[in-house]
């Protein structure tokens, strides 16, 4: 439903979303939350988990793309969409920007700590570990250890590590 422009066919699919997503953040065991979360259109690998009281995005799940073995943690926020300010002037309200979209990507085996918030258009490689009640604005690359509000990488791993 990733647009700004309300049709019944998008505001039907905006309610299931929002049926499914909300359903999914309160169910257990992960398997099953997964299987609300695919329901909604998110991309979910095998042996993936996705924790309780997770916020993904409802205006656009089907661009979050989560690899195998990835853990997100409880409380995480995956933000799809958020207003363009490219056109924001004074003395107009910020609500009449356009909204802009962008994929979230989070690849095998990484891992969101509790509370994080994942911005539109991150990518978190391979392996990598992004600390608890972080704010990831930026590409974080694999294997790293990235934390703080914007996320900043503090740790790589890799040869020679
Ligand atoms: C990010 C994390 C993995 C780092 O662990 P670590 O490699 O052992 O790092 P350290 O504890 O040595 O901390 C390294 C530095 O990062 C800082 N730091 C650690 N976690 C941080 C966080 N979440 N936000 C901001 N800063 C953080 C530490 O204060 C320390 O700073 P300093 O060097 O100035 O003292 C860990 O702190 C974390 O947040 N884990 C997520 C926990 C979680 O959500 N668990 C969910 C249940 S599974």
């Known amino acids: 439903m990733a647009n700004n422009h309300r049709t019944i066919g998008n505001v039907s699919q905006g309610v299931w979303n929002r049926i499914c997503l909300g359903i999914a953040r309160h169910l257990f065991p992960a398997q099953v939350r997964n299987v609300f979360y695919r329901m909604a259109g998110v991309k979910i690998g095998t042996g993936s988990k996705i924790g309780a009281t997770v916020d993904i995005d409802h205006s656009a799940p089907e661009l979050i793309n989560i690899g195998n073995n990835v853990w997100v943690t409880r409380g995480v926020m ?7 300010l490219t056109q924001y002037e004074v003395g107009k309200p910020v609500m ?3 909204l802009k979209y962008a994929p979230i990507v989070i690849k095998d085996g990484a891992h969101i700590g509790i509370g994080a ?15 608890a009640g972080s704010v990831v604005t930026r590409d974080i690359p694999a294997y790293s250890v990235a934390v703080g509000a914007p996320a900043k990488v503090i740790k790589k791993f890799g040869l020679g590590d």
């Open 78 to 84: 995956l933000l799809c969409h958020q207003r363009d």
């Open 117 to 131: 918030i994942i911005m539109p258009g991150v990518t978190i490689g391979e392996g990598a570990v992004i600390g």
């Open 96 to 98: 009449d920007c356009e």
